[in-house]
């Protein structure tokens, strides 16, 4: 892959300096080079339909419901390792939904229940002894095995036998159980809920005490999923990859032909490769073509090669492959950002070319002048997004931005057939055939390959020449995109060595 995303920009990205002669001699040289760059969802033509696929097979709705769970269960481990910002939230239905107005009428019912028992003379106390049965049950579920004392403390307390013996001889008093509660709430609970707690003791009533208790309890149920969340995530990785594994030939096994999307997808990257390569091996003159090593591929450039594509797929009009569904929209997420980027930094490119050589060095305007442009394409990603409209107003913030600049540094302020000139190239940047943003767009794909090829370690691999200003985003792209990468190899690569094993003999 290294030598075959595009090698001529490669060796022309190295010389670059970004200066305008350098600029102009690589886009009259760019032509061949990105002839070989991925194609936004470009399937090889042999690969367009699947020659073959694997016979439909009739299920029953057990097997439909147990492979539907077993698909949640490993989305969920995934989630879990694959997203380090995971958080499990409150569920909140919605206000007109008629589960939330089930929910809330059973609920009223119980409370309403739970008062009239205590408004009897004299008071009858089952509901809420089940209730002091719960809570127990609750604060004893969040203890770790160290906490003894706390743990005999509870059991102690809220000894139902002995509660019961109160309620019956009339002893019982309920305040003085909550006020343990909610003291114990409060050792329990993390630094977020404190709030919450404290406000418990200033509720006198005993019905509104129990719900507003229950509400606070549910809350720190949350927050310890949480916590246990965060505190296995470290050694839970390995044991979800062999978890997802596991789960996925599960499903491979009722669902024969669940590898066709990941065969074709891999085969394309294969045959992608091998084309570039036979071209590449080619004799300058009309002699003998390279030998067959040359054109030999490794399992590893193919499906590095495999997951750049990604980048470039065409969620509308192509199923996605199988073994990455569950990433889907973190990939189109990237897809996004790269876009995003590739705008940016053809932006600022054409646009240090056209300033003086002292400007883009001046890091307080580079820095400038880049918050400028990234939040004018901020909502590139909606459907009412225009990018034609946007580079005009873009355009217009440059040119007052670098003419104002100028000025400051004693340099000759823009003339007007510069400013015109300057907003020409940024509004030419809309087209996806623009020279610029072609550049660009494969640099950008070349720093990507370059690290991932090289095991995701640092320090980050040199970015080819003017993707200096965008550099730090291209960075956080780029380990987003090797840690799902990487992830996704550890779990599916022997499904992958399969098939690849297959294809290359073949080709």
Known sequence: MSENLDQSNINEAGKSNDSEQDLGGAVEGSDEALEKRIKPGSPSPQRVQRPHSSPPRFVTVEELLETAKGVTNMALAHEIAVNGEFRIKPVELPEDSLEKRVKDIVHKAFWDCLSTQLSEDPPTYDHAIKLVGEIKQTLLSFLLPGHTRLRNQITEVLDLDLIK?????????????????????????????????????????IVPLFRAIFSVLDLMKVDMANFAVTSIRPHLMQQSVEYERKKFQELLE??????????????????DLMNQKYKNSLPAAGGAAGSGDATML??????NYAYLKLLKWDHLQRPFPETVLMDQSRFQELQLQLEQLTILG??????????????SSQADFAEKLKMIVKILLTDMHLPSFHLKDALTTIGEKVCVEVSSCLSLCGFTPFTTDQETVLKGQIQAVASPEDPIRRIMDSRILTFLETYLASGHQKPFPTVPGGLGPIQKELEEVAVKFVRLVNYNKMVFSPYYDAILSKSLVRS
């Open 165 to 205: 013996q109160e309620a019956e001889n009339g002893a019982l008093d309920i305040s003085k159980l909550a006020e343990f509660i909610i003291g114990m709430m409060g050792t329990l609970c993390a630094p977020a809920r404190d709030e919450e707690v404290k406000k418990l003791k200033d509720i006198k009533e």
């Open 254 to 271: 009722k669902q024969p032909n669940s590898l066709d999307f990941v065969t074709q997808w891999l085969e394309e990257a294969s045959d």
């Open 298 to 303: 490794s399992p590893v450039a193919v499906q």
């Open 346 to 359: 053809a932006v600022l490119l054409v646009t240090f070319n056209m300033a003086a050589p002292g400007i």
